[in-house]
């Protein structure tokens, strides 16, 4: 059995996802999570040494499509659902750091 | 800022992301085109608008694993995931990678010294915008807002991960200029730097010679030439090694070089900032090249740099490291055919090396080529009019003897010769005395004086012998 979730795992995912958590949501979710990986923990306690490792429930590979170019979207029409539009840019406030 | 190189070792591995040459992006059917007016090569997946779906361009790990099997790696299996992280560059607010799974595993790029470099893996993701900062002079820190582009958003890009065997700022040079030969030989990349279709980050650390634990290490980004990345290495090697020496300890961080005033700078370094929450992209199903599709490509791939360079130093008889610029011209079918037609292997490599730098010398006819190589090692042409001769084919395509005869080339009579010599030795006793007593500055002197007296027909070498012969 892995250690149970604590509302601090929580809090540190939740900023990571950008998410404000008040301290009973917190609470609320921490539990809710913890159920989760509990039932996720029933899983763990089978023998699977002998089946893959999926990444997605459907048995599919290689999906496709034909390096053509499309349509583009029309960029005053695009621009017109921004907040704020400069020279055929989007304006965005002010970015602290590099992109990682 | 010093860097004792007895004493210290630097050790750098190199993250380069390569644009990918293909009509449209990875994951949609957008235009994959350098330039253009800001945000028109968009659709709803570059802009990550609702309901948007990615769908692999089947091109692009057709490119893959062209690059995959020419730096020798496993291509296999392979899963994108999630980079979740918040910039404005990417609309979607994650990146579409690979982590766990990559295309490309396990591989090496011989350099054109014969050194070879590990690669650890190459995967696949997409690119992100491009943001320009507005106010404060540029910098980032200052900037009172950004405008985005999304024209980049999307273009596939490998990255191609390389392990910490270089040990100099030379290596990682080499290593980068092998890898661009090898990008644009399989018809990958266009490998150019300047417009960042090819993008370089750079690991460094240094360690006292002998350790072998790798030290604490930066990463140095905005690295646009390969000038700039020497500068880059050495600038932080020194800082890393002058910390050591000052008892303080190198920090694991993220710096920016700045090409201005050769420094790299910190980079304000975001909280948590390498938690990216990777996780198996939902949208998009497993790769799996198999192995009909990697040898069919495996097939296909034209002959690599480093197996030019030993065929044509194994054919030839010269050295490697003398045949690698012969090879980065194209020159090596040039110059095996002349060679197959009867050249001198070693003068035909020579001329490639230091005459036929022009870019229309691929164009050479072999058997003109040979002529000349030909006419040159049999006496009938100077090592200086073989040269000229040379030069001028490249420019008409013209034949050798053909140029050598209206140029008046010929080959002197060895007596003729001898008297221009005689004649010279005995209207300058002094200059012969010190000639005869050593003095090897004089020599140009009797040299010069042959060669105008024969209109610059007379062979250098030829003269010197001579000389030689003379003072007995």
């Given at each position: 059995m892995?250690?149970?979730?604590?509302?601090?795992?929580?809090a540190k995912?939740a900023?990571?996802?950008?998410?404000?958590?008040?301290p009973d949501e917190l609470e609320t979710f921490?539990?809710?999570?913890?159920e989760?990986?509990?039932?996720?923990e029933?899983?763990?306690?089978?023998?699977?040494?002998?089946?893959?490792?999926m990444a997605r429930?459907v048995?599919?590979?290689?999906v496709?499509?034909?390096?053509e170019p499309?349509?583009?979207l029309d960029?005053d029409?695009v621009?017109a659902?921004?907040?704020v539009?400069e020279?055929?840019q989007?304006?965005?406030?002010p970015?602290l750091?590099?992109?990682p | 800022?010093?860097f004792?190189?007895?004493?210290w070792?630097?050790?750098?591995?190199?993250e380069?992301?390569?644009e990918?040459l293909?009509?449209?992006k990875?994951f949609?059917s957008?235009?994959?085109?350098?330039?253009?007016?800001p945000n028109?090569h968009?659709?709803p997946?570059?802009l990550g608008?609702?309901g948007?779906?990615p769908?692999?361009?089947?091109q692009?790990?057709?490119?893959?694993?062209?690059v995959?099997?020419?730096?020798?790696?496993?291509?296999?299996?392979?899963v994108?995931?999630r980079k979740?992280y918040?910039?404005?560059?990417?609309?979607?607010?994650?990146?579409i990678?690979?982590?766990?799974l990559?295309?490309?595993?396990e591989g090496?790029?011989e350099l054109?010294?014969?050194?070879?470099?590990?690669?650890?893996?190459a995967h696949?993701?997409e690119d992100?915008?491009?943001?320009t900062?507005?106010?404060?002079?540029?910098?980032i820190?200052?900037?009172?807002?950004?405008?985005?582009?999304y024209?980049r958003?999307?273009?596939?890009?490998?990255?191609?991960?390389?392990?910490p065997?270089?040990?100099?700022a030379e290596?990682a040079?080499?290593?980068v200029?092998?890898l661009?030969?090898v990008?644009v030989a399989?018809?990958a990349s266009?490998?150019?730097?300047?417009?960042g279709?090819m993008r370089?980050d750079?690991?460094?650390?240094?360690?006292?010679r002998?350790?072998?634990e790798?030290?604490?290490?930066?990463?140095?980004?905005?690295?646009?030439?390969l000038?700039?990345l020497?500068?880059?290495i050495?600038y932080e090697?020194?800082?890393q090694?002058?910390l050591?020496?000052?008892?303080?300890?190198?920090?694991?961080?993220t710096?920016?070089?700045?090409?201005?005033?050769?420094?790299?700078?910190?980079?304000?370094?975001?909280?948590?900032?390498?938690?990216?929450?990777?996780f198996?992209?939902?949208?998009?199903?497993e790769?799996?090249p198999g192995?009909?599709?990697?040898?069919?490509v495996?097939?296909?791939?034209?002959?690599?740099?480093?197996?030019r360079?030993?065929?044509?130093s194994?054919e030839?008889?010269?050295?490697l490291?003398?045949v690698?610029?012969v090879?980065?011209?194209?020159?090596?079918?040039?110059?095996l055919?002349?060679?197959?037609?009867g050249?001198?292997?070693?003068r035909?490599?020579t001329?490639?090396?230091h005459?036929?730098?022009?870019?229309?010398?691929?164009?050479?006819?072999p058997?003109?080529?040979?002529a000349?190589v030909?006419?040159?090692?049999?006496?009938e042409l100077?090592?200086?009019q073989?040269?000229?001769v040379l030069a001028?084919m490249?420019?008409t395509?013209?034949?050798p003897a053909?140029?050598?005869?209206?140029?008046?080339f010929e080959?002197?009579?060895?007596?003729?010769?001898?008297?221009?010599?005689?004649g010279?030795i005995?209207?300058?006793?002094d200059?012969?005395q010190?000639?005869c007593?050593?003095?090897?500055?004089?020599?140009?002197?009797f040299?010069?004086?042959?060669m105008?007296?024969?209109?610059?027909k007379?062979?250098?070498?030829a003269?010197?012998a001579?000389?030689?012969a003379?003072?007995?």
């Amino acid at each position: 059995m892995a250690e149970r979730i604590t509302t601090d795992d929580v809090a540190k995912v939740a900023h990571l996802a950008r998410l404000a958590l008040t301290p009973d949501e917190l609470e609320t979710f921490t539990g809710q999570l913890a159920e989760i990986l509990e039932h996720a923990e029933d899983i763990a306690a089978l023998d699977l040494a002998a089946v893959e490792p999926m990444a997605r429930p459907v048995p599919l590979v290689n999906v496709f499509r034909a390096d053509e170019p499309g349509e583009p979207l029309d960029r005053d029409e695009v621009l017109a659902c921004a907040p704020v539009a400069e020279d055929g840019q989007f304006r965005v406030p002010p970015v602290l750091g590099e992109a990682p | 800022m010093s860097f004792d190189h007895d004493a210290w070792e630097i050790v750098v591995g190199l993250e380069v992301h390569t644009e990918l040459l293909t009509r449209t992006k990875l994951f949609s059917s957008a235009i994959n085109e350098f330039g253009g007016e800001p945000n028109t090569h968009i659709d709803p997946l570059t802009l990550g608008l609702p309901g948007s779906l990615p769908v692999l361009n089947e091109q692009a790990v057709e490119l893959a694993v062209r690059v995959g099997l020419a730096l020798n790696c496993t291509v296999q299996r392979s899963v994108f995931a999630r980079k979740n992280y918040f910039y404005p560059d990417l609309p979607k607010d994650y990146q579409i990678s690979q982590f766990d799974l990559p295309i490309c595993a396990e591989g090496s790029l011989e350099l054109p010294n014969g050194k070879v470099v590990g690669i650890e893996r190459a995967h696949l993701e997409e690119d992100t915008g491009k943001s320009t900062h507005v106010g404060g002079g540029g910098r980032i820190h200052d900037a009172q807002h950004s405008l985005v582009d999304y024209n980049r958003a999307g273009v596939p890009l490998l990255e191609i991960v390389g392990k910490p065997d270089l040990r100099s700022a030379e290596d990682a040079r080499a290593y980068v200029a092998e890898l661009r030969s090898v990008l644009v030989a399989v018809g990958a990349s266009d490998g150019k730097l300047e417009e960042g279709s090819m993008r370089v980050d750079c690991n460094v650390s240094v360690r006292r010679r002998g350790d072998t634990e790798l030290g604490t290490r930066c990463e140095i980004k905005n690295v646009n030439s390969l000038r700039s990345l020497g500068r880059a290495i050495e600038y932080e090697a020194a800082r890393q090694v002058d910390l050591i020496e000052a008892g303080e300890r190198v920090r694991q961080q993220t710096r920016h070089w700045n090409e201005d005033d050769g420094r790299t700078h910190t980079l304000r370094s975001k909280e948590e900032a390498d938690d990216y929450r990777y996780f198996p992209e939902p949208d998009l199903v497993e790769v799996d090249p198999g192995p009909e599709w990697v040898e069919r490509v495996r097939a296909a791939l034209p002959m690599l740099p480093a197996a030019r360079r030993h065929r044509l130093s194994q054919e030839t008889g010269v050295p490697l490291e003398r045949v690698a610029l012969v090879v980065e011209r194209g020159l090596d079918d040039l110059c095996l055919a002349a060679v197959g037609h009867g050249a001198d292997p070693e003068r035909t490599v020579t001329h490639a090396e230091h005459n036929l730098s022009d870019a229309r010398a691929g164009e050479l006819d072999p058997a003109h080529f040979a002529a000349l190589v030909t006419m040159e090692t049999g006496g009938e042409l100077t090592a200086t009019q073989a040269k000229t001769v040379l030069a001028e084919m490249v420019e008409t395509g013209g034949a050798p003897a053909e140029i050598a005869a209206a140029k008046g080339f010929e080959a002197m009579d060895s007596g003729e010769l001898e008297g221009i010599v005689d004649g010279l030795i005995a209207a300058h006793p002094d200059e012969w005395q010190r000639y005869c007593e050593g003095d090897g500055k004089i020599t140009g002197f009797f040299v010069g004086g042959v060669m105008k007296a024969t209109g610059g027909k007379a062979d250098g070498k030829a003269v010197t012998a001579l000389l030689q012969a003379r003072k007995g």
